[in-house]
């Protein structure tokens, strides 16, 4: 996994409504969002105008069938 231009490289993108600027983190916290199980649901309700919730970075595992 690489991390090129602000991004994990050969993963597909999806700009957050909410951004902020840009920082250089100290930790990094990994927790489940306890969201709907259907793919991309958390990262378009994250990513959707509707929450007001900043997100630094979303990373959603899709176990492959």
Known sequence: MKIVNHKV???AFQQAHHVGGEITP?????????????????ARYLA???????????????EAK
Request: aromatic residues 2%.
């Open 48 to 62: 959707s105008n509707n929450t007001g919730i900043p997100d630094s970075m979303m990373i959603e595992f899709i």
């Open 26 to 42: 100290s930790i990094v916290i990994l927790h489940d969002t306890a969201g709907r199980l259907e793919a991309g649901n958390s």
């Open 9 to 11: 490289e050969g993963l």
